[in-house]
């Protein structure tokens, strides 16, 4: 998205995401390459803009359940 956002061409975008359960917190490892005619510069503008993005926010909060479930 934030590639095509930019107008900027590539070949291929891998992204590789490890989940680590640990008793106290969820730790996510990922490694993203971007394999294509771009230069250093935009490939650091486009991974900075991806450390920005709306899910990276959300999952970087703490969350919290609220169960509404009603039985009758």
Same mark, same amino acid.
């Given at each position: 998205m934030v590639l095509n956002s930019m107008n900027l061409a590539y070949e291929t975008v891998? *992204?590789? *995401?490890?989940?680590? $359960? $640990?008793?106290?917190?969820?730790?996510?490892i990922y490694q993203i390459d971007i394999e294509g005619q771009l230069d250093e510069k935009s490939k650091r503008t486009v991974l900075k803009? *991806?450390?920005?993005?709306?899910v990276r926010k959300t999952l970087s909060k703490q969350l919290e359940f609220i169960d509404q479930t009603r039985i009758p």
């Open positions: 891998i *992204v590789q *995401v490890e989940l680590d $359960r $640990r008793p106290d917190k969820s730790i996510f803009k *991806v450390m920005n993005c709306p």
